[in-house]
Structures are given as C-alpha cells and as structure tokens.
C-alpha cells in the first residue's frame, strides 16, 4: 500500500496565532512530498514542494515566511501557517511520492481543514 | 503556463453512463491522470494514461485521449449515487508537478 495521513483533520484557531499541519508517509519513505491548498468549490493549488533534507521550492505567489514547511524525514513533512488570519481558512491537502517510483505517483492524504476565526 | 479546464457540473441517472471531459494545453505531458474527491476527503487516483496510449479501460472507467486536440474524456458505465463526487483531471508537467483542472461535480439521480 501507500497510506498517507495528515494530522490534524481539521483545526478552528484564532486569528494571528499560528497552526502546525504533519503529513506522514506511513507505510514507504517520501522523497518528496507536496502541499496544496483547495478552496472551497475551487481546484487544488500546489502552494510547495519539499525534499527530504533541504529548502521547500514554493510556487509563485507562496509566501515562504507564512508557510513554513520542514521536510525533516523521509516520512513526515509539516506546514506551519503563521500568524494565520481568515483568509488562510482553506482545506490543505498533502501528497507524497514514493522513494525509487519509476512513475513518480503522488499519494495523497487526507487533507486537513482549517479555519480561522 | 500550463491549463487544464473541466466542465463543472454534470448531472446523470443511476445505471447511465457519465462522460466526463477535460482539455489541456501542455502538449508535453507525459501522464494525464483521474482522480475522485468525496465531500471533506483528500484524492483518489482513479486511474491515468500515458500519453502513448489512446484508451484505457479498467472495469467500469474508460479513458479516451485524443491527443491532437488535448482532450481527455472519462466515462464511467452503470454510474452508481456512490459515484457521486468531484472527479479532476491532472497532467504532469515536465517538472512532475501536477496541474489540476477545476473538477467536475458528478451528481448520480437514483
């Protein structure tokens, strides 16, 4: 199999405090892992994409200092939203990609919804 | 930049087929992908197809691409209410990263 979980599933916080979201490889080891944000109705939008040991390579328009992402193992990835303030309020959606996949498939978790009051 | 455009809504009855289109403007893709999304949850991969290949079929999902015209279709047979959900389409680009196209609501009527 290739399972990947997000934890938490979903997070209600206050305006300006900040919000830690895991993405985990729970059965394979992720070279890459990738995080998108979908708005409601909307499709999903590649915010970064993180290798394992190194910087996250944001797409444009991304702001690195809001949305920090560490790739600290080969199994996990987290996003920070900092000082987060309504606008934020989105579904994020990981996904990760199998070390040595000849296909280079993306499995993706769950996702995580968070809104910001 | 590269374009992927779906129709939004699509409404059939239970037992019928449901087509599904999509267009896409990167002709350099290598996969063009199908995935499911049900209220609140992450994605399914459906099924993909090389683009090498013309149709693919996998039990009741066949997918036709008509690479000229970059436009891919998916069509589901005996569409069940389970069926019922948002279905994107993706390609790859060059740098593996996949665009995704608006998604399309299916809405299956017993």
């Known amino acids: 199999g290739a399972v990947v979980s997000q934890h938490p599933s979903w997070v209600i916080c206050k305006s300006g405090t900040s919000v830690k979201i895991e993405c985990r490889s729970l059965d394979f080891q992720a070279t890459t892992m990738f995080w998108y944000r979908q708005f409601p109705k909307q499709s999903l939008m590649l915010m970064a994409t993180?290798?394992?040991?190194?910087?996250?390579?944001?797409e444009q328009g991304v702001e690195k200092d809001k949305f920090l992402i560490n790739h600290a193992s080969l199994t996990l990835s987290t996003l920070t939203v900092t000082s987060a303030h309504p606008e934020d309020s989105s579904f994020y959606i990981c996904?990760?990609?199998?070390?040595?996949?000849?296909?280079?498939?993306?499995?993706f978790g769950p996702g995580t919804r968070l809104t910001v009051l | 930049g590269e374009d992927v455009e779906q129709s939004l809504f699509l409404s059939v009855r239970e037992g019928d087929s449901s087509v599904i289109n999509c267009t896409y403007t990167?002709?350099?893709?290598?996969?063009l992908y199908w995935y499911k999304q049900e209220p609140g949850a992450g994605l399914q991969l459906l099924t993909y197809?090389?683009?090498?290949?013309d149709m693919k079929q996998d039990q009741r999902l066949t997918v036709l691409l008509n690479k000229k015209d970059k436009h891919l279709s998916l069509r589901i047979a005996d569409t069940q209410t389970g069926d019922s959900a948002i279905y994107f389409c993706?390609?790859?680009?060059?740098?593996?990263?996949?665009?995704f196209g608006s998604g399309t609501r299916l809405l299956v009527r017993p």
């Open positions: 993706a390609e790859r680009d060059s740098s593996y990263k996949l665009i």
């Open positions: 197809i090389f683009s090498n290949m």
């Open positions: 996904s990760a990609r199998k070390r040595g996949d000849a296909y280079n498939e993306q499995f």
């Open positions: 990167d002709s350099s893709s290598t996969y």
């Open positions: 993180s290798n394992e040991g190194s910087k996250a390579t944001y």
